[in-house]
C-alpha cells in the first residue's frame, strides 16, 4: 500500500469529508453529494471495485451500463466517461484515472455465475451480487435494483472477434480513480471476493474511498 | 494489516482458471457451427400458436412454456428486434447479459449459444440464426438518443426502446426498476482494438432470422426501434416478424444443451430448479 497521492492542491488527506478503509471481499455504501469528488483508490493494486450508482432521492434510476457505453461509444471506462443513468442523465464524472483499463461488460460475480463459469464446487464462495444484495437491502431495496455494474480496475478486453476474457489486473498499488458528483447519488461497492479468476490476481485485498467537498466552492 | 493468500494457493487458482479459459475456448468451434441457412426453413402450420407482425417503433411482449420457441424474423427488410425476458414464476430473475457474454468468454452470440439468467440459469437457446450479428453490450435507443439523432425530425416524438419497455414492464405487473440491460438483435456491432464500437451493416440483411428457444416458462418482450448505431440518418424501422412456435422436446443431443461445458453446467441448474 502506498502513500497518498495528492491530485489538486486544494485535496489533502486532511481535508477529506469522508475517508472510509474497505476490507478485502467487503460490502460497502456511502451517499455523495452533487459537487463532491469521490476517489476510489486500489490501495494494494489488481483488486476489482465492482461499483454501482443510484440517485439518492429516487432509488428507481441507477447507473445503466448499456447507456454508459452507448453515450461514449466505447466499451471501457476512463478518463471523460460520463457515468449514465437508465434515465438518460449523467450521474457522475470521472475526473481521473491513474490505471487506465475499467470494465462495465462483464458485470459481477455470483454464486450462481460461478457454478455455470467454474464448476458446482464453487457455489460457496463469498461474490459481489450477494456482497451487492446486502448492501443494497440496506436502502430499502433487493436483488431486482441490482443491474449490472461497473468494475473498476478490472481488465476485460473484447477482441474484434467478440472473444473476451478475464486477464490479469493492471492496476498498482495507490491507483485511483477520481469521480465527480453531477447529482446527489448513492455509491454501493463490492470490493470482489472472486479467486477463481484473475480480477483480483487471485488475492482479494482492502481498498479505501475518499471524498472532498467541492473545490470550487 | 491485511494477511495475503499463499502464493501455492494462488498458483493453484491461477492453474485452474487458465484450464477453464483454454476449454472455454476450445470448445467454442462446436459452441458456433456457422450461420443458419436463408431462407428459414417453413414451420408446419399447426404449430404455430401466434403468428405477430410487429410495426417499427412498437413493442410485444408474450409468455412462453418451456421448449417452445420464438422466430423473430427480417420479413420486410431490415431492423433491429431488442429483447427482454423474465422468469414468468419469479420475475426476480432476469435476462442477465453479463453473465451471459462473460461465462461464455465472447460477446459474440449465434446459433449454439445459450442466454443466461441472473440465477446461473439457461432462459434462450440460439437454436436457429442466419446472421450472428447482434449486440450485448449498447442495448437500445431512448428519448435522448433519439432526440440527438433525428435532431429536425421530431426525435424526442419518436418512439423508443427504453420507453417500450418501460410500458412491458408496467404491463406485465412489473415496474421499471425491473428491466434488464438488453440484447439486440440485428444489430451488427463490433467492438474495436481501442474499445470504440463500429457498424458492420454488411452483416445483417433482410430475411435474416433468429430461433430462440425457451428454457423456461417467461414474458418475454420486444421492441422495434432503430438501434443507437444505425447509421440511417432517417428513423425509418421496418415491420418485424415473430412467430410463437409449439414446444418440441429437445434431442439428447441438442446442440446449445451440449456444446460448452458452460452450457451443460447452466442446463444441470434448471433441471435442479425444475425438480
Ligand atoms: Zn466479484
Avoid at chain 1, 64 to 82: F, L, V
Avoid at chain 1, 189 to 216: H, K, M, Y
Avoid at chain 2, 72 to 96: H, K, Q, Y
Amino acid at each position: 500500500m502506498t502513500s497518498f497521492i495528492q491530485t489538486s492542491p486544494t485535496r489533502t488527506l486532511s481535508n477529506t469529508a469522508q475517508d472510509h478503509y474497505i476490507a478485502a471481499e467487503a460490502p460497502f455504501s456511502t451517499f455523495i453529494k452533487k459537487g463532491q469528488v469521490v476517489r476510489i483508490e486500489d490501495s494494494y493494486g489488481q483488486q476489482a471495485v465492482d461499483t454501482l450508482f443510484y440517485n439518492a432521492h429516487d432509488f428507481s434510476e441507477r447507473y445503466s451500463s448499456q447507456d454508459t457505453m452507448r453515450e461514449q461509444g466505447a466499451a471501457y471506462i476512463s478518463t471523460g466517461t460520463k457515468v449514465i443513468s437508465n434515465e438518460g442523465r449523467v450521474m457522475l464524472t470521472v475526473t481521473a484515472d491513474s490505471c487506465g483499463r475499467h470494465d462495465t461488460s462483464a458485470g459481477a460475480c455470483s454464486c450462481e455465475s460461478n457454478t455455470v463459469r467454474f464448476g458446482h464446487y464453487t457455489k460457496y464462495l463469498h461474490a459481489c451480487r450477494d456482497n451487492f444484495v446486502i448492501e443494497v437491502s440496506k436502502h430499502g431495496m433487493s436483488k431486482r435494483d441490482v443491474v449490472p455494474n461497473i468494475n473498476f480496475f478490472m481488465n476485460v478486453p473484447i477482441e474484434p472477434s467478440g472473444e473476451m476474457t478475464i486477464v490479469d489486473g493492471i492496476s498498482a498499488p495507490g491507483d485511483y480513480v477520481e469521480l465527480k458528483a453531477e447529482m446527489d447519488v448513492l455509491l454501493v461497492i463490492s470490493n470482489c471476493p472472486q479467486i477463481n479468476n484473475p480480477c483480483n490476481g487471485f488475492d482479494p485485498t482492502p481498498i479505501r474511498v475518499l471524498v472532498w467537498d467541492d473545490e470550487a466552492a | 494489516m491485511h494477511i495475503r493468500r499463499s502464493d501455492e494457493e494462488i498458483a493453484a487458482n491461477r492453474a485452474r482458471y487458465e484450464e477453464h479459459q483454454k476449454k472455454g475456448l476450445e470448445f467454442a468451434p462446436k459452441a458456433l457451427p456457422g450461420k443458419s441457412a436463408k431462407p428459414a426453413p417453413a414451420i408446419d402450420a399447426k404449430k404455430i400458436m401466434h403468428q405477430e407482425k410487429l410495426p417499427g417503433g412498437w413493442y410485444w411482449w408474450t409468455r412462453v412454456k418451456l421448449n417452445e420457441t420464438l422466430r423473430i424474423a427480417l420479413d420486410d427488410g431490415f431492423s433491429t428486434v431488442s429483447v427482454v425476458a423474465w422468469n414468468a414464476e419469479d420475475p426476480s430473475e432476469r435476462m442477465n447479459l453479463p453473465d451471459t457474454v462473460k461465462v461464455q468468454w465472447t460477446t459474440g452470440l449465434g446459433k449454439g449459444r445459450v442466454i443466461f439468467s441472473d440465477m446461473g440459469k439457461v432462459m434462450f437457446s440460439i437454436t436457429e440464426d442466419s446472421s450472428g450479428a447482434h449486440d450485448v453490450l449498447m442495448g437500445g435507443s431512448t428519448a435522448s438518443s433519439n432526440a440527438k439523432k433525428y435532431a429536425g425530425q421530431n426525435g424526442p416524438a419518436l418512439r423508443n426502446t427504453r420507453d417500450n419497455f418501460v410500458l412491458i414492464a408496467t404491463k406485465a405487473g412489473l415496474d421499471k426498476r425491473d428491466i434488464p440491460a438488453a440484447l439486440a438483435l440485428f444489430a451488427p456491432v463490433r467492438v474495436d482494438a481501442d474499445g470504440r464500437f463500429e457498424w458492420k451493416p454488411d452483416l445483417v440483411s433482410e430475411g435474416d432470422y433468429v430461433d430462440l428457444r425457451a428454457e423456461m416458462d417467461m414474458i418475454v418482450g420486444f421492441s422495434n426501434c432503430p438501434h443507437p448505431l444505425d447509421p440511417n440518418p432517417v428513423y425509418a424501422p421496418n415491420p418485424v416478424s415473430i412467430l410463437r412456435i409449439a414446444a418440441l422436446e429437445p434431442a439428447a443431443d441438442d446442440l446449445c444443451q451440449t456444446a460448452t461445458a458452460e452450457a451443460i453446467r447452466g442446463f444441470e441448474n434448471n433441471a435442479f430448479a425444475a425438480l
